[in-house]
């Protein structure tokens, strides 16, 4: 399979193992062995409103991110070496490109709109409150309760 770094692992697969006679390799990953996570993250920076908006795809493998796209750049940046031969590759696909130039209006703005009556326009300021419940069990201070 193809390593992506950090634990040597293959994509989808197992544990490496030499099959033959002297038995398995040494556990290359011995926190997560068998276990591999791949994990996209989109993530949309809004500063003053929808005027000004940055689309980020981050693609993380193992913990470790990758590649990733960023609309600032308006192409793919490999942050491994294994992320940089997708980078060039995605790179030359004009179509997926133009994909993801375009998020910033079809994924950002689009959902900026929906959510913000939710997470912009109801924010309240935080308030605590915190009070001396005396112990009524045990002798000392009582214990404070922040509400």
């Given at each position: 399979?193809?390593?992506?770094?950090?634990?040597?692992?293959?994509?989808?697969?197992?544990?490496?193992?030499?099959?033959?006679?002297?038995?398995?390799?040494?556990?290359?990953?011995?926190?997560?062995?068998?276990?591999?996570?791949?994990?996209?993250?989109?993530?949309?920076?809004?500063?003053?409103?929808?005027?000004?908006?940055?689309?980020?795809?981050?693609?993380?493998?193992?913990?470790?991110?990758?590649?990733?796209?960023?609309?600032?750049?308006?192409?793919?940046?490999?942050?491994?070496?294994?992320?940089?031969?997708?980078?060039k590759n995605w790179n030359s696909r004009p179509e997926k490109l133009e994909y993801y130039r375009t998020a910033v209006d079809w994924y950002?703005?689009?959902?900026?709109?929906?959510?913000?009556?939710?997470?912009?326009?109801?924010?309240?300021?935080?308030?605590?409150?915190?009070?001396?419940?005396?112990?009524?069990?045990?002798?000392?201070?009582?214990?404070?309760?922040?509400?």
């Amino acid at each position: 399979g193809v390593g992506l770094g950090g634990c040597g692992a293959r994509i989808r697969g197992g544990p490496r193992s030499s099959g033959g006679a002297g038995g398995a390799l040494p556990e290359l990953c011995p926190a997560h062995p068998g276990v591999f996570q791949e994990m996209m993250k989109s993530e949309c920076h809004f500063l003053n409103g929808t005027e000004r908006v940055r689309f980020v795809q981050r693609y993380i493998y193992n913990r470790e991110q990758f590649v990733h796209f960023d609309s600032d750049v308006e192409l793919f940046v490999g942050d491994t070496p294994f992320g940089a031969m997708n980078a060039k590759n995605w790179n030359s696909r004009p179509e997926k490109l133009e994909y993801y130039r375009t998020a910033v209006d079809w994924y950002c703005r689009n959902n900026y709109r929906a959510h913000t009556p939710f997470s912009v326009e109801r924010r309240e300021p935080p308030s605590v409150s915190i009070s001396l419940v005396p112990s009524s069990s045990q002798p000392g201070p009582g214990r404070l309760l922040c509400s």
